[in-house]
């Protein structure tokens, strides 16, 4: 039992070290005034979270919300047909699930840039429907919310694929063919049987990019061109720009409980557990 | 009475092996019929080909005097009744009784299902999820799903495989009641000849992707067409190229008969089985034999000389 705890000791290091301590830090900042210039100062003051309630910032969070819900609910569209593939593709699948992954062996800020490259008025797509003579003005593709939103979907994707691959995979074949076998055509199979046993693994994959999404600032601010504020851009120009480091840490403790809440809410339903 | 499902000359061929090899056979309405073979014969292709889940490579498909080759599981009146049952995990009894004539825009959903409900003796289990029942009440649950659409046949693929001894030999008697009550033609799949012999009407020994003799019980245990069947479907001594089942080989001390077929043999030494005792003995031409006695005749040592004999009507020959 003691040599069992020892084990565990290097995972509560790291836990307190790395999670619980930065933690408490943001939210101790979160609590405290913006110096003159810049850093930390007394008094403690609620005033951070008070500044919250400003429509501005009521707006952007509620932006950021819709973002994520939207590249969430994109992604799913995409990947359960995907995964749904892999998982039937017998001899090929892990060739397949290589290629999800790979986009993960670059770094995902190049990555983003690449689609700057695609995307802006002199990228690659413009170029090509203008030399097919499609278009005669390029087409706004970058500096947007749809661009954006390619952005996250594109970012997250895998995190989608993976887990209802995994669920999908695990779905015993004698199944469909029972739902076949009692009178359903292929869509009512892929509803009422596909689907609802595919639920843990949506639930998982939804909120594996709805986090992530919630908290982007890398793609908004690549693809967004400033434009497109997400409470992420918000956090990150309060510690840079701005200087306001209490502030930012409110926003962050503010969007951490929002998260908190959102995942719990959604994992609780029926009780499945994640993965 | 016209035959329900007919397969004519039925071919399944995957790469680099023939798993069906010209089957044919036919089945009246209302009847139980059974598929016995080992595993690999190709009894569960044959269900998943009249089920529609494959293809046969050539030959048809018949269900009520129509080829139905090329329709889509759906779109066939049959039903299956799964080795695994295949209910669905995430909806409980009556919603996995119900899936198929909602699937069909069935009237009268309610009452056909409480009336099935009641035939297979699950009623107070409807709201229980698969994973909260017992195997043979998963069973009931995939019998009631597939017989409350009145398939024209019900396809069971080793229905009985997944329970324990006990409740297997119950299930052989309830399945054969069921069969009678409801007179729909069930095709049972099964590698148990036991359960062959005693639930149908009329089985199809397979071997190796063949049908090597289709009949009566009584006609394949009794008069089996081809020495494969003969062994598959119980034990048999052969003694000169004659079978002899051990049931029906009779032993005696060293000339103590004359009258019958027989053979002088040493016993080389018993089994106890509780009912009876099995004892093994060597005939001269090296040949090994078992007679099955009743205890109190089974007073023979290893080393005895003794005399098997047996009644020519129960020898089992084969046309030459």
């Keep these: 039992m003691t040599l069992r ?8 290091v790291w836990a307190a070290g790395l999670f619980a301590a930065p933690l408490a830090i943001v939210l101790a900042y979160s609590l405290l005034t913006r110096g003159v210039y810049g850093g930390l100062a007394a008094p403690w003051t ?97 500096y947007n919310d749809g661009a954006v939103l390619l952005g996250l979907v594109y970012g997250y994707l895998p995190f989608m694929v993976l887990p209802i691959y995994a669920t999908l995979e695990r779905l015993d074949p004698a199944l469909v063919e029972a739902a076949a076998d009692l009178g359903a055509r292929p869509w009512a199979t892929l509803w009422r049987v ?75 339903r029926e009780g499945d557990h994640l993965v | 009475m016209a035959p329900i499902l007919q397969l004519r000359s039925l071919v399944k061929e995957y790469p680099g092996h023939r798993a069906l090899d010209d089957v044919s056979l036919s089945i009246d309405a209302g009847s139980f019929f059974s598929l016995l073979g080992p595993s690999g014969c190709g009894k569960t292709t044959t269900l998943r080909l009249i089920a529609g889940f494959e293809q046969p490579t050539a030959g048809e498909v018949l269900l009520n005097g129509e080829v139905v080759n090329h329709r889509q599981p759906y779109q066939r009146n049959v039903s299956t009744v799964f080795q695994s049952y295949a209910l669905f995990p995430h909806l409980n009894a009556r919603q996995n009784i119900e899936f198929g ?76 009641a069921l069969q009678r009550r409801v007179g729909i033609a069930f095709l049972l799949v099964t590698h148990d000849q036991e359960e062959a012999l005693s639930m149908s009407d009329r089985l199809a020994v397979m071997n190796a992707g063949r049908i090597e003799q289709t009949g009566s019980p009584e006609e394949v245990y009794l008069r089996p067409g081809t ?41 080389t030494g018993s089994v106890f ?37 047996w009644h020519p009507a129960d020898e089992i020959t084969f046309p030459a």
């Design chain 1, 46 to 142: 609620m005033e951070n979270y008070r500044r919250l309630f400003d429509p501005l910032y009521g707006f952007i969070l509620l932006r950021s919300l819709a973002m994520a819900a939207a590249s969430t609910v994109l992604s799913l569209v995409l990947a359960f047909p995907a995964a749904l593939f892999i998982s039937r593709s017998g001899r090929r699948r892990n060739l397949y699930l290589q290629l999800v992954i790979l986009p993960f062996w670059t770094s995902f800020l190049v990555r983003t840039y690449a689609w700057l490259f695609l995307l802006r008025d002199t990228g690659l797509v413009n170029t090509l429907l203008a030399r097919l003579h499609l278009i005669r003005e390029p087409l706004p593709l970058l």
């Design chain 2, 101 to 176: 004539l909602r699937r069909r825009r069935a009237t009268e959903i309610a009452r056909r299902v409480r009336d099935v409900i009641e035939l297979v003796s699950l009623a107070g289990k409807e709201d229980r999820r698969p994973a909260q029942l017992s195997g043979g009440e998963r069973q009931r649950v995939a019998l009631a799903r597939s017989m409350v659409l009145e398939p024209d046949v019900l396809l069971l693929d080793e229905p009985l495989a997944a329970l324990d001894p006990k409740l297997r030999q119950q299930m052989r008697l309830e399945l054969k």
């Design chain 1, 194 to 268: 596909v689907v609802p046993l595919a639920a843990p693994g949506i639930r998982a994959g939804s909120v594996l990019v709805f986090i992530p999404c919630l908290g982007a600032y890398l793609t908004p601010d690549l693809l967004g061109g400033g434009r497109t504020v997400m409470v992420g851009n918000l956090v990150q120009n309060q510690f840079t720009t701005a200087r306001d480091w209490p502030f930012g840490a409110a926003v962050s403790v503010v969007l951490m409980a929002i998260v908190t809440a959102l995942v719990l809410l959604f994992l609780r």
């Design chain 2, 227 to 267: 020495r494969f069947v003969a062994g598959f479907l119980g034990a048999v001594n052969w003694i000169d190229g004659i079978g002899v089942r051990p049931e029906a080989t009779r032993i005696a001390r060293a000339g103590g008969s004359g009258t019958h077929a027989s053979r002088p043999a040493v016993v």
């Design chain 1, 5 to 12: 705890r020892w084990f565990l000791l290097p995972a509560w």
């Design chain 2, 273 to 309: 089985l509780g009912d009876c005792v099995q004892v093994l003995a060597s005939l001269a031409s090296g040949e090994q034999a078992v007679a099955q006695v009743s205890r109190e005749l089974a007073v023979f040592q290893p080393g005895d000389p003794v005399e098997l004999y």
